[in-house]
Structures are given as structure tokens and as C-alpha cells.
């Protein structure tokens, strides 16, 4: 299984850009990048995912370059209820038993 | 649409004591996951299931026995409880292998 490194925390003030990088050097042909979003006392919430090159929805874009060793979160113009913790993973596709790992994930706190 | 529910929210048991927990999903998944989440730290994925009446081991199986006898069931079992189980479990399902998972809100459990 891939194993994702992300930074651990990041600030930021409404109304900024927030990319947040994860790295994941061993991921393997079938797997797909994933990203959720996890509030205090609840359970992470899907955000984004792709295979390669830009994925875009109505709250955030992924951006993965060629190689597929590393994946980008953009969350634009982030507000104060954008402050949670961000997981990064990789898997599932192709992965014999479909198991996924999450890593510690990047806690963003976002300021006014 | 309720989505993946776990049962009960919260639950202090004694050492020694044993309990279920029960996740339930009415999306018609075939994947089912069962994580622990200590504080600070990342979901640790404990046991998951393929399909009815299937399981498997995940991270950190050891202390927790799963089954699944229903599709839409997901019961994850403490024979006997100990204080390092103290943890939010946080259950999750999705559809195919191309799919992110859907979390319920996490049982809070605590063992004295």
C-alpha cells in the first residue's frame, strides 16, 4: 500500500487560496488519489478524487502531475469553516482486499 | 437518506465487558469498513468486508471480531474490553472500488 506524507498543519486567512501537497512516491498503476475532510466529532467527508492530471468540483480542484508521485488540494477562497483536518490516500483500485490507509492528515486553520 | 448510521453514539463499558457495535448503510455498498480514531491521530482501519458474508483483517484487527451476515449490516464485536480500546470507531462503506467512502458519525467509546 502507498504510503502518503503530508505537512501537519498550515494556517491561512478567509478569503486566501490553500494548497495543500501530499506525497505518495509508491502508489501503484490502478490507484486512485483520494481527499477528505474531517470536522471535530464527525466522520471525514469526501471531498475530491482522481487518477491524473486536474479534477475540478464546486468546492475544490486536485491537480496530480504525470509521474502520479504526488497530488495537490486546491481549496479556493477559504472561509472560517473551511478550518478541519485534511486526509490524503491512495488505494483502493487494484488493491488486493481494497484496504486504504490514512495517514495523520494536514490540520488547516484558517484565520480572520 | 440516512446514509451509514452507527449505533450506539456513545457507550462507557468496564474492563472485561464486551459489546457490538452496529453500522448499518441503505446505499446498497458492497465495501464495508470499520476505523478507530485515537486523538490526534489518523483512522486506523481495524477489520473491512468485500461482500456478504465476507471479512477481513485490516491494521489492527487484534481485540475485535466483525461480521457481516446482511449486506447492509456491518457489526464489529469487543469480546473483552480493555482500556487501550478507548477511541471514536468510525464505520464507513462505498459502492465499488472506484468510489470514495461514505462515514457515519462515530461511536465514542470509553473503557475504564
Known amino acids: 500500500l502507498a504510503k502518503t506524507t503530508q505537512p501537519i498543519s498550515m494556517d491561512s486567512y478567509e478569503g486566501q487560496e490553500v494548497n495543500i501537497t501530499c506525497s505518495h512516491n509508491?502508489?501503484?498503476?490502478?490507484?486512485?488519489i483520494t481527499w477528505y475532510q474531517q470536522f471535530p466529532s464527525q466522520g471525514p467527508r469526501f471531498i475530491i478524487q482522481g487518477y491524473k492530471t486536474k479534477v475540478t468540483n464546486e468546492v475544490a480542484s486536485l491537480f496530480i502531475p504525470a509521474d502520479r508521485k504526488s497530488s495537490t488540494l486546491s481549496l479556493p477562497r477559504v472561509s472560517l469553516s473551511d478550518t478541519a483536518v485534511y486526509y490524503c490516500?491512495?488505494?483502493?483500485?487494484?488493491?488486493?482486499?481494497?484496504?486504504?490507509?490514512f495517514g495523520a492528515g494536514t490540520r488547516l486553520f484558517v484565520k480572520a | 437518506n440516512a446514509g451509514v448510521t452507527q449505533t450506539p453514539k456513545f457507550r462507557v463499558l468496564k474492563t472485561g465487558q464486551s459489546m457490538t457495535l452496529l453500522c448499518a448503510q441503505d446505499?446498497?455498498?458492497?465495501?464495508m469498513y470499520w476505523y478507530r480514531q485515537d486523538p490526534g491521530m489518523g483512522l486506523r482501519l481495524i477489520h473491512y468486508s468485500v461482500g456478504e458474508g465476507t471479512t477481513a483483517k485490516g491494521e489492527v484487527p487484534d481485540g475485535y471480531n466483525v461480521s457481516r451476515l446482511k449486506k447492509q449490516n456491518f457489526l464489529l464485536g469487543l469480546e473483552s474490553a480493555a482500556p487501550s480500546q478507548t477511541s471514536v470507531y468510525f464505520c464507513?462503506?462505498?459502492?465499488?472500488?472506484?468510489?470514495?467512502?461514505?462515514f457515519g458519525d462515530g461511536t465514542r467509546l470509553s473503557i475504564l
Open positions: 490516500l491512495v488505494g483502493g483500485v487494484g488493491t488486493g482486499g481494497f484496504k486504504t490507509i
Open positions: 464507513a462503506s462505498r459502492g465499488d472500488r472506484a468510489q470514495p467512502q461514505h
Open positions: 509508491n502508489i501503484a498503476t490502478n490507484d486512485y
Open positions: 446505499m446498497n455498498h458492497e465495501y
